[in-house]
């Protein structure tokens, strides 16, 4: 029987038309970087009040800071449907994670996996980032380009990690120190609906495959049966490109046709692409050279220190985040095209280290355009110091007196609320990837001041605040949404489950949109 309190959430979803439902049946609540392959960042669950903090626990054992701040991007916490939340852990001072598993509902410890992964050279420390799958299963990253993978994750005790080499399991074994040192993924892992891992890696030293073909830079895809495909970044630009983007997680066409990777050459300042590849086999099925909005002669400058991702919306287009060049204003754009990597109109006025979240038109009570979904991104302004959250229509445009540039229009913007201690601005927005709860229409953000913030898009203010920390510069994290509402952020390398307080109501674990159909059919069949 589904309850008083699935019913009401399964109504409101249906009266709203918020929800986009998630593709296959065992989509998890949040399988990866920005929730899903796509990377929208938009909830199938609605989000608890900000109260209390509920539990919380450290993500990096040993972090290594730069006067006041932390230069790393920690990978996403995923949850499972029954509400196990899985962290990566950094757990030494400049390498090392693990992987622990916690009851949702209070953070207690149900296990822990180590890994032996290493990070490749980098400036801020990349994000490390497993996902789950539709298979029921964990995929993380290894050492030398392996892949572990574990199931019955709800459990005390998951099954024993099983790993999968991509240049072949006997050819690594018999090269292994060659490989651990060589190979390494740079990217999140991301999963599609029908169990398949997709990721970038790259590679340092001179490598051969089996057949002694030599090892490129690109990416891989792993199957549920542990087959495995590589595409160089160099095959797939025709020879333009040398490596993968440091952070950028693959995104999943709506589909399932197409996988998208943003790749770079290896020059002072980068040039980067856009690529679309056969999911099937790899091949490469269209290419775009990003470049500046301002400036459309000179290219976008994709960095290593950034997690800007390609996301996908519900129309097929894609979205990504791009450094500006000339270097002004660290600010950037939000670069858009149709699925085939054509232009699709005007970028947004920030990019920057940032993955823009969907935004169901339906659900921004005071907008009165055309389009289908809007944008959420992050809208510092470094400059001037006027750092905001907007509401963007991809599909609009007015101009940005800023950069005197055609943009995506603004719909809502909303200021931070903390003075900077030290320069004459707010403090910034701490956030890559921010998740949106439709059962409310508000989006829950991560503040560089230290706290959790609900921004109401009903009334454009912050309806909620909670303090999770004193407040400190750090790389930008993700924000997300548990199985039982719970939200959560990091901030000064802890994670913080934030919640209602004892006795209040709360979704029930498991609430998902896909429950709208369920729903549904029950009525049918009692008429």
């Not at 949850?79 to 949702?104: L, S, Y």
């Not at 074994?173 to 892992?189: Q, R, Y």
């Not at 976008?300 to 979205?319: E, L, N, R």
Request: charged content about 15%; some cysteine; glycine content about 10%.
């Amino acid at each position: 029987m589904i309850s008083s309190r699935l019913k009401l959430s399964c109504l409101i979803a249906l009266s709203t038309g918020a929800l986009l439902l998630p593709r296959g049946a065992h989509a998890q609540v949040w399988s990866g970087y920005a929730g899903n392959a796509q990377h929208t960042a938009l909830s199938t669950v609605a989000s608890q009040s900000l109260q209390q903090i509920v539990w919380s626990t450290p993500v990096d054992l040993n972090p290594q800071y730069s006067g006041t701040s932390l230069l790393v991007h920690y990978g996403s916490p995923l949850v499972t449907n029954n509400n196990t939340v899985i962290i990566p852990v950094k757990t030494g001072a400049n390498d090392g994670f693990k992987v622990e598993a916690r009851n949702g509902a209070n953070g207690a410890l149900m296990w822990t996996s180590s890994t032996d992964y290493s990070l490749p050279g980098h400036g801020w420390v990349p994000s490390y980032a497993p996902t789950l799958t539709s298979t029921g299963r964990m995929y993380m990253a290894g050492g030398g380009g392996t892949v572990l993978y574990q199931s019955n994750l709800d459990s005390n005790a998951p099954s024993a990690a099983t790993r999968i080499s991509i240049v072949g399991d006997a050819h690594y074994a018999a090269n292994k120190a060659a490989f651990d040192s060589g190979l390494k993924i740079c990217t999140p892992l991301t999963s599609d609906s029908q169990g398949n891992v997709y990721f970038g890696y790259r590679v340092s030293a001179f490598l051969t495959l089996e057949g002694g073909a030599t090892l490129s830079s690109g990416i891989a895809k792993v199957t549920p049966g542990g087959q495995v495909s590589l595409m160089s970044a160099s095959a797939a630009t025709g020879g333009n490109a040398t490596e993968i983007a440091m952070n950028a997680a693959l995104a999943i066409s709506n589909d399932g046709s197409k996988v998208y990777a943003v790749m770079r050459n290896a020059d002072t300042l980068p040039a980067g692409y856009l690529v679309s590849m056969n999911t099937t086999t790899l091949a490469p099925t269209a290419t775009v050279r990003l470049k500046d909005a301002q400036n459309p002669l000179n290219d976008a400058w994709i960095s290593d220190d950034g997690t800007a991702s390609p996301m996908v919306g519900p129309d097929g287009k894609v979205y990504i985040g791009v450094l500006e060049r000339p270097f002004a204003s660290s600010r950037g754009w939000m670069l858009q095209f149709n699925g085939d990597l054509t232009p699709s109109g005007a970028a947004g006025a920030f990019g920057w280290d940032d993955t823009a979240t969907v935004i169901p038109a339906k659900n921004v009570k005071s907008y009165t355009g055309t389009s289908s979904y809007l944008l959420m991104t992050k809208y510092n302004d470094y400059g001037v110091g006027n750092n905001r959250l907007a509401i963007l229509d991809p599909n609009d445009t007015f101009l940005d007196t800023r950069t005197n540039t055609i943009v995506m229009k603004e719909i809502l913007t909303i200021a931070g609320q903390t003075p900077d201690p030290v320069l004459p601005r707010v403090r910034e927005w701490c956030i890559n990837t921010a998740v949106f709860d439709p059962f409310s229409n508000s989006v829950l953000a991560n503040s560089e001041d230290g706290k959790l913030y609900r921004w109401s898009l009903d009334s454009n203010t912050f309806t909620e605040v909670i303090t999770l920390t004193a407040g400190i510069g750090e790389a930008y994290t993700p924000t997300l949404i548990g199985a039982d509402g719970k939200v959560y952020a990091i901030n000064n390398a802890t994670l913080y489950a934030v919640g209602a307080l004892s006795g209040t109501s709360a979704p029930e674990p498991g609430t998902l949109a896909l429950a709208v159909l369920g729903l549904v059919v029950l009525r049918r069949r009692k008429h």
